[in-house]
């Protein structure tokens, strides 16, 4: 009998059990009941016992090994941080490298049994690796599935700071041409495609993702840059598991082909013409469009008759300041071979096309400045219907 994190599991039984007092009550009792496991454990386990155990493990742990070269499937590993029984992180990098398709979920707060402590719902991490799948290939838009109540419950709690600093107002257009504050002309039925302009590192998506799910029931299927999804090869990006809510919350790679599924099948579909060119704008460039000089949504949307809603917000740039942009780290050599090693770790967006929407991946060095509120606003939505040509 072990546990991986005793003191946790009893924290998080406090934190969503009965009120005050007899939480308190079943604390202290748990704490006087973990004292006796050291106990408990001599006994069931006594030296020889234990011995023999390891010996156990040892010898399976041999023959796992010389099996891995055989395991070409694709792998998800799950280990944790504080596991006091076993070197789970360590293993995990180990057969990370082992395995040929294998991706890792690391819990750094966990211990051995994850799955006896709150936070960890295995579902969820499937859904977020996009390990989920019908066929032999995993489907970006015919194999989500949408989130939970609770997992939008435990994203809207994890970005609630967030919502609070920026207190963002939502004003659409109504086919009358009028001006509300709220969600009210935004269509109902798809295929809607959300055109916009895609702000400083895209802190805007949050709260209007979020809210749009919230009041309208309306899931927004954003259209997102491959490096959340696949990499070429390992380096120096984030990793992959920093984008599972991205992938819970319904994003798909950029493509004419994921772009084509998205509008048959009727979704509201977000797409950033000016994608990460815009997001990680230069210096002086706030609020400025960069797009492609073909447009690259009209014709897909008038083939689906979709409405298209053009959208903009306010108040990203006036959140914080470029002082460090993307011209500036070109002049610095080891910033700029930095860089290019970055962009070679994903796949590019628009190959060979020579315009300024083209953008190498990086990070600019953004100065903060005192929060202030977010305002979005939906235009009036565009017919494309009988607009083939």
């Known amino acids: 009998m072990c546990l991986g994190d005793p003191l946790r599991m009893a924290m998080d039984k406090v934190m969503k ?96 049994y994850i799955f006896l402590e709150d936070g960890v719902d295995l579902v969820t991490v499937i859904k977020g690796a996009s390990f989920y799948r019908r066929g032999k290939c995993h489907d970006y838009v015919f194999d989500y599935i949408p989130p939970t109540p609770s997992e939008f419950r435990n994203i809207c709690e994890s970005n609630r700071l967030f919502m609070r600093a920026t207190s963002p107002v939502m004003l659409s257009t109504l086919k009358d041409g009028m001006i509300v504050k709220g969600l009210a002309g935004i269509p109902s039925e798809g295929p809607v495609l959300f055109i916009g302009y895609h702000m400083l590192l895209g ?20 259209i997102a840059h491959p490096m959340m999804f696949m990499r070429k090869k390992e380096g120096n990006l984030p990793e992959l598991s920093s984008f599972d809510t991205y992938r819970i919350m319904g994003a798909a790679p950029v493509s004419g082909n994921n772009l084509y599924k998205l509008l048959s099948s009727k979704a509201h579909v977000l797409l950033y013409p000016g994608g990460l060119r815009e997001a990680c704008h230069r210096k002086g460039e706030q609020y400025k469009l960069i797009w492609p000089e073909q447009s690259e949504f009209v014709r897909m949307a008038s083939r689906f008759g979709a409405k298209i809603v053009p959208f903009g917000v306010v108040g990203e740039d006036d959140f914080g300041e470029v002082v460090f942009d993307y011209d500036d780290q070109m002049k610095i050599p080891f910033l700029k071979d930095f860089i290019k090693e970055l962009s070679e770790e994903a796949d590019t967006v628009r190959t060979g096309l020579n315009s300024e929407v083209n953008q190498d991946i990086h990070s600019p060095v953004v100065l903060p400045k005192f929060p202030g509120r977010f305002y979005y606003y939906f235009g009036k939505p565009i017919e494309t219907e009988g607009c083939v040509n």
């Open 17 to 112: 059990g009965p009120p005050l007092q007899q939480a308190a009550e079943g604390l202290s009792k748990d704490v006087v009941a973990m004292s006796s496991y050291v106990r408990v454990l001599a006994n069931i386990l006594p030296k020889e016992t234990l011995l023999w155990k390891l010996k156990m493990l040892k010898s399976a742990s041999a023959f796992a090994n010389s099996r891995l070269h055989a395991v070409k499937a694709q792998t998800l590993l799950l280990t944790s941080g504080r596991d006091q029984l076993l070197p789970s992180e360590d293993e995990g990098k180990r057969l990370r490298h082992a395995l040929p398709k294998c991706e890792i979920r690391r819990f750094n707060n966990n211990g051995h």
């Open 203 to 222: 802190f805007e998506l949050v709260p209007m993702v979020t809210t749009l799910l919230m009041e309208r029931n309306i899931l927004m299927r954003g």
